[in-house]
Structure formats: C-alpha cells, structure tokens
C-alpha cells in the first residue's frame, strides 16, 4: 500500500516569509508525528497527534511553528516568519499502536521528508 | 534526561567484515527500542522493534540486540547496498516521545 508521503520535497523561501509543509499518513494509521533533523543532530520531536485527542505540542521550538491535523488524517505544518535556523529536513511519520506482551508501542513509517531552506 | 547515544559517528568495513554498531539509552522507561535505516535524501527506513532486555531479532544480515542499557545491530558480513546511516530510537514509557540517536553512518567498501 501507499506509505507515508509529504510535499513539497524541497523548499526554499526566504526569511521572514511563512512556509507550509505537509504529510499525508498511511491510511488508518491513528497517530502522526512530525521531526526535524539537521545536518549532525539526531531527529528532534515536535508535535504528535494521535485520533481527536489534543495534540502533544511540547516539542516546537517557538510559537512560530504550529500544525493541524483534519479530519484525523492530512497534517500541515506551518512555520511563521521563517529564520534561517529553521532550515532542516522535516520529517513526518505515522503510525498505529500495537500491543506485544501487553505493551503498546507505536513503530513510526517516515515520509520521504520535506529539505526547507531559509536564506 | 533520557537520552541515546549511538557508537561509532561513522564505520568503514570491508565487504564481507563483520562488526556492531552500539546504541546506549537512559531513560525513565522503557517502551521499546527501534532501529531504522536511513539512505541519502529519503526517511528512516523500520527495520527492528525490541521491547525487553534478552530479546533478539533478525533479518537478512542483521541482528538486533536489546540489554537493560543498550542495544546492538550487528552486521555479519556486510555488501555495499547495506551502506547507510543507521540510527536507534527509543519510546518511553511515559508520554509520547521517542528520543534518536545522532545516527552510526555506515560505509561498506567492495
């Protein structure tokens, strides 16, 4: 089946210009989370949604960066008033809890990833 | 903190010789610990999901190895096509996090 997919690929604005990223899970997968990994950092967390629960937004970096997620499915992110700082891949993932031994674990599909750069 | 750390930053093996790439966590629980691989220009692939220290998974060839502190994937005589960033994740088990590791790039010469 389709795996998880984002748009656009590449990006690339200028700063202070808003930008908004997308991700389109695996169908049925009730949980979305969204990354950014920069060149030699390890993916950083910041924001998961899971079915029409509120979603966790303890990891965005500022209050210029916001997402939404419709219908329980299509996730946009928007980043506000863009620095240069805030180029990095974005990734998406999606998932749906699983229970092994009486554990829920949540095993994340990654999209292709969205390349932002600010200049 | 919890925290993942992954050894070595970088690998260079000969096609065909074997060796294991490291990942130590600390964290406040343990939900599971996953490997992806991560090819150039594309998002972390899935490759294991380990929940309890003693527990073990394979395929092809690599081998994931899970203990109350760490985890190794080892790779038994690697080709080319296995050469990629491998990177460690780990859910706790309070919240919603996963916490990465800054990845092992991997480099197998034919």
């Known amino acids: 089946g389709a795996g998880v997919s984002q748009s656009p690929s590449n990006k690339v604005t200028e700063k202070g210009k808003d930008v908004e990223l997308r991700c389109d899970p695996i169908?049925?997968?009730?949980?979305l989370y969204w990354y950014r990994q920069s060149l030699g950092q390890g993916l950083e967390f910041l924001i998961y949604?899971?079915?029409?629960?509120?979603?966790?937004k303890s990891g965005l970096p500022s209050d210029r960066f916001s997402a939404e997620r419709t219908g329980g499915s299509v996730s946009t992110l928007t980043i506000q008033r863009t620095q240069q700082e805030d180029s990095a891949v974005y990734l998406c993932?999606?998932?749906?809890?699983?229970?092994?031994?009486?554990?829920?674990?949540?095993?994340?599909?990654f999209g292709p990833g969205t390349r932002l750069t600010v200049l | 903190e919890d925290q993942v750390t992954q050894s070595p930053e970088a690998l260079r093996l000969q096609e065909g010789e074997s060796s294991s790439l490291n990942c130590s966590y600390t964290?406040?629980?343990?939900?599971?610990l996953f490997w992806y691989r991560q090819d150039p220009g594309k998002g972390p692939e899935f490759l294991f999901t380990?929940?309890?220290a003693g527990e073990e998974k394979e395929k092809e060839r690599l081998k994931a190895t899970l203990t109350k502190k760490e985890s190794f994937l080892h790779i038994t005589a690697p080709k080319p096509e296995d050469s990629a960033t491998y990177l460690c994740?780990?859910?706790?088990?309070?919240?919603?996090?996963?916490?990465f590791g800054t990845g092992t790039s991997l480099t197998v010469i034919p």
């Open positions: 993932a999606s998932s749906s809890p699983t229970v092994t031994s009486g554990i829920s674990t949540d095993t994340q599909y």
């Open positions: 169908s049925g997968h009730t949980a």
């Open positions: 949604f899971q079915g029409n629960s509120a979603p966790d």
């Open positions: 964290v406040s629980g343990l939900r599971g």
């Open positions: 380990l929940y309890s």
């Open positions: 994740a780990v859910q706790v088990s309070t919240g919603n996090q996963f916490y």
